[in-house]
């Protein structure tokens, strides 16, 4: 079992950067691939981007390609969505989530989840 703590989030102006941390205490964590999802209101939660449980490929929805960077530090047992550009379709509460070894796009697949963060971006 995981239990993830999301850090960061906020609100920033259209164009500025923001950092997600998400964390572990679990030495497992390195197990797990790691995803990125958001829901902005009213909408379904969605799919941001994945990195693989050993950190050797990572996936984003179109939307962010070029603008986002996940990454993981398995000794920090850590996650991070390293945000640039931010646009304010971005706005959205963003979740970090684990999966047991194999990677996935589908929210359903996953095993633990974080709180959730906000995200607030202001055009």
């Known amino acids: 079992q995981l239990h993830l703590v999301q850090s960061g989030g906020g609100l920033v102006q259209a164009g500025g950067s923001l950092r997600l941390s998400c964390s572990a205490s679990e030495p497992t964590f390195s197990s797990y691939s790691m995803g990125w999802f958001r829901q902005a209101p009213g909408k379904a939660r969605e799919f941001v981007s994945y990195?693989?449980?050993?950190?050797?490929?990572?996936e984003y929805i179109d939307s962010v390609k070029g603008r986002f960077t996940i990454s993981r530090d398995n000794d920090k047992n850590a996650v991070y969505l390293q945000m640039n550009s931010l646009k304010s379709e971005d706005t959205a509460v963003y979740y970090c989530?684990?999966?047991?070894?194999?990677?996935?796009?589908?929210?359903?697949?996953?095993?633990?989840w974080g709180q959730g963060t906000q995200v607030t971006v202001s055009s």
């Open positions: 989530a684990a999966k047991y070894y194999r990677h996935s796009s589908n929210y359903d697949d996953y095993d633990y």
């Open positions: 990195i693989t449980w050993i950190g050797d490929s990572t």
